[in-house]
């Protein structure tokens, strides 16, 4: 039913850029709080940014600040992230998911708000 499908990776040099989106299906777009996850080899999951359903609030990861930007089309139902400058510790798989509500957490996105995912796209920066 509901269905979110992540494309844009790929293989990139250091200080490129990539556009990632994520297309939905199934579920009421605009109700929901969008997010940005990824999760290199060996790492844990790291959320990267967020959007809320409106686009009234938007939060990024300390790491990306100034060089990813997060946005949304909710007349498309999908998700973008645009990622400058990009570096070789941006790589990493990244998943695209959905929240209906968002719970607060300290240390930034809390994954288990999320309620939907997509299967991931690949981005690889090399040097």
């Known amino acids: 039913q509901v269905q979110l499908v992540e494309s844009g990776g790929g293989l990139v040099q250091a200080g490129g850029s990539l556009t990632l989106s994520c297309t939905t299906s199934g579920l009421s777009f605009g109700e929901y709080a969008m997010g940005w996850f990824r999760q290199a080899p060996g790492k844990e999951r790291e959320g990267v940014s967020y959007?809320?359903?409106?686009?009234?609030?938007?939060y990024y990861v300390d790491s990306v600040k100034g060089r990813f930007t997060i946005t949304r089309d909710n007349a498309k139902n999908t998700l973008y992230l645009q990622m400058n400058s990009l570096k070789p510790e941006d790589t990493a798989m990244y998943y695209c998911?959905?929240?209906?509500?968002?719970?607060?957490?300290?240390?930034?996105?809390?994954?288990?708000?999320?309620?939907?995912w997509g299967q991931g796209t690949q981005v690889t920066v090399s040097l």
């Open positions: 959007i809320t359903s409106r686009g009234g609030a938007i």
């Open positions: 998911a959905a929240a209906r509500w968002l719970y607060s957490s300290g240390s930034g996105m809390l994954a288990r708000s999320f309620d939907y």
